[in-house]
């Protein structure tokens, strides 16, 4: 079965870190990818990882572990416009992009 | 310069009704996608086409009927509209089907059965 899990909500306060953790079950791994989606808004890309390690692109860095199933987004110096659904997303062998739930960030002043 | 553009953007109809959104992509991508995104904010694929060809097709009731005139295009048609259709559709693509290709996705039709 296919199995995405990332907590609902989380609140965190400008200037601040935070790390919104995902964890999958899926048949088949092929890469994970971590999207930004404001409200009324399309999911835009933050970040891509296949093989075990950090990816850092600026604030946001994405860590993978394939052995535990396991990856988290790691936003840094939040700033108000980081308010958004992070989702994460793993890619099937067969080229489907799974998705989680998403986690919804409220970044406080 | 919209590299996913979808249209409609809001589409409100009653139950029963047909009704058609439209999608094209700009970015020279072979594989598009259908995705469906409920009021629980959960994204889930609907159909897949590489280069005019379906790839993947979800449980999806045959009422959804994409089309794909050329890889450039694909469109989702569907047939009597239930009340549980009202979501957000996202058209979406990517250069391939697999690995690091990243999937660009559109603004979002957001469709509203009364």
């Known amino acids: 079965g296919q199995n995405i899990d990332q907590p609902t909500e989380m609140t965190a306060t400008e200037g601040a870190i935070v790390q919104i953790n995902c964890t999958y079950q899926?048949?088949?791994?092929?890469?994970l990818f971590w999207y930004q989606q404001h409200a009324g808004e399309a999911p835009t890309f933050l970040s891509y990882n296949v093989l075990d390690g950090l990816e850092e692109k600026g604030r946001f860095s994405s860590f993978l572990s394939r052995s535990k199933g396991y990856s988290y987004l790691l936003l840094k110096e939040l700033q108000m416009k980081d308010s958004a659904s992070y989702l994460c997303?793993?890619?099937?062998?067969?080229?489907?992009?799974?998705f989680g739930q998403g986690t919804e960030l409220s970044v406080k002043p | 310069d919209t590299a996913v553009s979808q249209t409609p953007k809001y589409l409100v109809t009653q139950m029963g009704n047909d009704k058609s959104i439209k999608c094209e992509q700009n970015?020279?991508?072979?594989?598009m996608y259908w995705y469906k995104q409920d009021s629980k904010k959960f994204l889930k694929i609907m159909f897949s086409?590489?280069?005019?060809?379906?790839?993947i097709n979800e449980t999806v009731p045959n009422r959804f009927s994409p089309k794909s005139p050329d890889k450039a295009h694909l469109n989702l048609h569907i047939n009597s509209l239930e009340l549980g259709d009202s979501a957000v559709y996202f058209c979406?693509?990517?250069?391939?089907?697999?690995?690091?290709?990243?999937?660009?996705f559109g603004e979002g039709s957001w469709l509203t059965v009364v």
């Open positions: 970015l020279g991508h072979d594989t």
């Open positions: 997303a793993v890619r099937d062998p067969g080229g489907k992009l799974i």
């Open positions: 086409y590489n280069n005019k060809e379906l790839i």
């Open positions: 979406a693509s990517s250069q391939g089907q697999y690995s690091g290709n990243t999937i660009y």
């Open positions: 899926t048949s088949g791994f092929n890469g």
